[in-house]
């Protein structure tokens, strides 16, 4: 009954455009933000940490730049599980060569590379399309963590072959290392993915989106209007990159700290956060949370009911998940291909007109 | 001739045979993708599956029977000593026939009107499914599968090729299995009655059509539907026909699936739509990625393997993005 | 259509023309102008190469002979992009609008060429991103009121009917402010009455805007009504050129419609 637009009126279009036209989601976005950095802090345990909130903070952040790859450019990746790697390996790079250097820089920096090596491999999307080019970024996928298997430099030499986050401060309070206490690591990557999700926002609603929304929708036409096909796909590309590179230092510097880069950044990676995107939905912001949310707690939540509770055994559950995601991205895909943020837009259309449907 | 000269040849070899492991993968790709336009990334679970199954009925396992054992603290596993493989092979068969049917029934119809990559994403669901199903259905345990098929080095060649050898030098001939043997010449074996089959029979007439253009096909009376269960079928079959060549060389387990993998950039070589194309591409695919780790594996630290069919792939995109076989896309305004 | 069309004020002219994809020729030889202000018309029966020219004149097809002079200057080899933004812009046969986005956001991507906001100021919006989207969208909203389309504003046009998708594939074109539109069949598909009404858009954004205006069309009554010229097109050779009054009584054109045989 309160969520409604009647008796919100935009006099200007400036009101039109914004971030979240109607009043209840301006507020209900500042509360969640407002609780997410002045309550949660205090409230947080390790547990809460390493098992929720890290983990569905740094997926969504991948998700957010998968979806704007392929959710709102159109271009299917398979290579994520590489582009975070690249990441990670970029900020144990820089962390290790300038050990002074600010960690956001680092993070920042390491974006920035993931964003240089996006554009090389985004290159073949201007000669082909759809799963030619998914087989395409596979090749990405596999290179690059050979690449960081197989090059010493990548991971200082060290005997074991993989890279170890060394504890770095800032304003004097750890947020790597096995020392970082749990408030710290999570503001830290709390303040990466609420900015970033804005800048998301605003650069999906703004010329860039829609340049990229043009292509994926039809490319000819977006071709026709002056788009230029290059310039579009490799800024989303490069864009998506960034933003996948950020998850991948975050991935390592704070929630993993060890890193090996087969079982970190494999095939599976890849598929997962493709995953995320499908059933949050493509081309939705929001949807990259929800689909993060929900494909890192939904089997954390049934592994925890049937293995903890009913005692069955670990891989027979790990197959039953399986069969699950399976599953639901079938159905997704056959019933809702826009993903959970469309089921929760649906229902906020009915809450609009609620009680009165009619 | 020096033994680097025959050890290359040996590698040469070896590529091919491992090569025609990859068409048996890339043909089931290519049947489904010109029947109806998907491309089946399941297709390397079915083969996994279909291996899985065949073990199953070999061992006698009973289905499900852990899931089973975890939910009601049975203690079943085997309903008898198995059977013989003919019949292990004919039932693995009708079960791959029922999945087509139900692949139709559930999926396929519901979204065959959506873009091709949504339909490429549905099939990497697919897989996912497949292979909990399988695993849940058999177990995940490492299989040893075993049909009969000869395997281990051939004494003869080693023995022929011993002689090949100039003076002075000290060689002990090339090793191959006789099972890749085996496989290349199952795969022709297979690809000739495919050929046949499309070439001679009314399915297979209905099939060519349907690849040709789905709307023509439909107006002359074919049931779009009841033939994309047999290519579905078709591709079930060619599915256990590499997984039986995969299964008996590395043992059923989880990383048969991954060739699927290997078969997209097999796919890209040759073009989706050609068969010729499937083996060629798999054969170049099988020697080149041999060749590469052993020229310039040792000089990057090996293991080129994992990805030089991709980056081959890659860059054969570039070029030509239609690939050697396939027909090249004339994109009308 | 306008009557102050000067004679030798030519905005586009394409010399010589020849198109074709592997042994087929599209278009033999083709020359014809298109003077500023003016409705041209491009017609002929399927299979002509109407809509060939058009690719050509958009650079989706590159002719293997022939020039093709845009506002005073020989254009060379240019991609789609490009030319739009020396100022063409045009409609498809087959709609070709962004299913996924609204008619608002169609018609902000028309104006895509127009807009300059750089990644770090669409990045924080608030600034040079944001008076830049307000004021684009001024324009846009004029637009929507001169189309009358309004109330689907907001729409994703993916759930409009057939004539509101081609009057919002339209829009889309003028959102452009180009120097040229081609509008490929506009009415193709429609009704009387919606007919009627793109034939009153067509000659108001015509006289309005004095946008100059190339249309192939298959009806001929409006053909004749709305163009000042006619170019007539035959299996990829020029038939044809001159007034409406003049092409209905050339011989040539009138076997090629019929199909009379004159031995």
């Keep these: 009954m309160f969520y409604r637009e009647s008796g919100d009126f935009k006099t200007s279009y400036i009101q039109d455009q914004q971030i979240f036209p109607i009043l209840q989601d301006r507020v209900f976005v500042t509360v969640i933000i407002a609780f997410a950095f002045l309550v949660v802090p205090f409230l947080i345990n390790d547990y809460w940490e390493k098992s929720v909130l890290l983990p569905v903070l740094i997926w969504s952040l991948a998700a957010i730049g998968l979806n704007i790859l392929t959710g709102y450019c159109g271009q299917v990746s398979l290579g994520t599980g590489g582009f975070m790697a690249v990441g990670a390996y970029a900020s144990y790079k820089f962390t290790t060569a300038f050990p002074e250097l600010n960690l956001f820089i680092v993070v920042l920096l390491s974006g920035g590379v993931t964003a240089m090596v996006g554009i090389l491999f985004g290159l073949p999307s201007l000669r082909i399309k759809g799963f030619y080019l998914a087989v395409a970024t596979l090749a990405s996928q596999f290179f690059l963590v050979w690449l960081f298997n197989k090059v010493p430099w990548f991971y200082n030499y060290s005997a074991s072959g993989q890279i170890n986050a060394p504890e770095r401060l800032i304003a004097g309070i750890a947020v790597t290392g096995p020392n970082a ?115 890192f707690l939904m089997p954390v939540l049934i592994k925890n009911i049937l293995v903890n509770g009913l005692g069955w055994s670990p891989d027979i559950v790990a197959h039953l998940i399986l069969m699950i995601v399976g599953g639901l991205i079938m159905f997704f895909l056959i019933v809702e291909p826009h993903g959970l943020a469309q089921l929760w837009r649906v229902t906020k259309e009915k809450l609009r007109l609620w009680p009165f449907p009619h | 001739m020096t033994p680097d000269f025959l050890n290359t040849i040996e590698v040469i070899l070896n590529g091919l045979m491992a090569g025609v492991m990859y068409s048996l993968v890339a043909l089931g790709f290519v049947l489904i993708f010109k029947a109806s336009g998907i491309f089946n990334y399941a297709q390397g679970v079915m083969a996994l599956f279909a291996a899985l199954t065949l073990v199953g009925f070999q061992t006698g396992q009973i289905p499900f029977a852990h899931l089973v054992n975890e939910i009601f603290g049975t203690q079943i596993h085997h309903w008898g000593p ?148 047999i290519v579905w079928s078709i591709a079930g079959i060619v599915a256990l026909v590499a997984g039986i060549m995969w299964g008996s060389k590395s043992g059923v387990q989880f990383s048969l699936s991954l060739i699927a993998l290997k078969a997209l950039p097999v796919l890209i070589l040759g073009g989706f739509t050609s068969i010729p194309g499937a083996i060629i591409g798999g054969l170049i695919i099988g020697v080149g990625e041999k060749l590469f780790e052993f020229w310039i594996g040792p000089l990057v630290g090996g293991a080129t393997e994992n990805w030089f069919a991709y980056v081959l792939a890659l860059f054969f995109l570039m070029f030509r993005p239609q690939g050697l076989f396939g027909e090249r896309i004339i994109e009308r305004v | 259509m306008q009557d102050t069309v000067k004679e030798d004020d ?192 067509v000659l108001d954004v015509n006289e309005q805007f004095g946008t100059t205006i190339a249309l192939i069309e298959h009806d001929m009554g409006v053909v004749m009504d709305i163009s000042n010229r006619v170019v007539v097109l035959d299996y990829g050779k020029k038939l044809a050129d001159g007034s409406p009054d003049e092409v209905r009584n050339n011989e040539k054109v009138i076997d090629a419609y019929l199909g009379v045989s004159h031995d």
């Design chain 3, 10 to 201: 030519i905005l586009l002219e394409v010399r010589n023309i020849s198109l074709s994809f592997g042994g087929v020729r599209a278009l033999e030889n083709i020359s014809f102008d298109i003077r500023k202000g003016e409705v041209r018309a491009i017609i002929g029966p399927n299979g002509a190469g109407k809509s060939s020219m058009l690719n050509v004149i958009n650079g989706f097809y590159h002719p293997q002979e022939g020039e093709i002079w845009f506002d005073g200057k020989r254009r060379h080899h240019m991609k789609p992009h490009q030319v739009a933004k020396l100022g063409i812009a045009r409609t498809f046969q087959n709609i070709a609008l962004f299913k996924g986005m609204s008619t608002l956001d169609n018609l902000m991507t028309g104006r895509y060429i127009k807009m300059r906001a750089n990644l770090f100021s669409q990045m924080v919006w608030v600034g040079p991103a944001q008076r830049e989207e307000v004021e684009h969208r001024q324009r846009v909203e004029e637009i929507i009121d001169f189309l009358k389309i309004q109330s689907i504003r907001k729409t994703p046009v993916g759930k409009l009917p057939y004539g509101m998708q081609k009057r919002v594939e339209l829009g889309r074109a003028l959102a452009a402010e180009s120097k040229l539109l081609l509008l490929d069949e506009p009415m193709a598909g429609m009704n009387l009455e919606e007919k009627e009404d793109m034939c009153r858009f």
């Design chain 1, 181 to 295: 206490p749990p408030w710290a690591t999570y503001l830290f990557c709390l303040v990466f993915v609420v900015v970033f999700a804005l800048v998301a926002k605003n650069l999906t609603r703004g010329r860039f989106g829609r340049s990229w929304m043009a292509i994926r929708d039809m490319d000819i036409a977006a071709e026709i209007i002056g788009v230029a096909p290059l310039k579009a796909k490799l800024s989303a590309f490069s864009i998506s990159s960034f933003y996948i590179g950020i998850a991948g230092a975050l991935f390592f510097l704070v929630y993993l700290g060890a890193v090996e880069p087969t079982e970190a950044f494999g095939i599976d990676k890849s598929f997962l956060v493709l995953f995320m995107i499908i059933i949050g939905g493509l081309g939705s912001i929001l949807g990259s949370f929800i689909g993060a949310a929900f494909m």
């Design chain 2, 82 to 229: 198995g059977m013989n493989n003919l019949l292990a092979i004919l039932l693995t068969i009708l079960v791959m026939i029922v999945f087509a049917w139900l692949v139709e029934k559930l999926v396929l119809q519901h979204i065959v009107n959506q873009e091709p990559i949504i339909l490429f994403m549905a099939t990497i669901g697919l897989a996912f499914f497949m292979e909990g199903i399988g695993d849940l259905m058999w177990g995940a345990d490492l299989k040893t599968l075993d049909v009969g098929i000869p395997s281990g080095g051939s004494f003869w060649w080693e023995d022929v090729t011993r002689t090949w050898v100039s003076e002075g030098h000290e060689y002990y001939g090339m090793y191959i299995d006789l099972l890749d043997v085996w496989a290349a010449g199952i795969a022709v074996l297979l690809v000739t009655v495919l050929t046949l089959f499309s070439q001679y029979t009314k399915t297979g007439r209905a099939l060519r059509a349907v690849a040709d253009d789905h709307q023509a096909a439909l107006t002359v009376g074919i049931s779009l539907r009841s033939i994309w269960v």
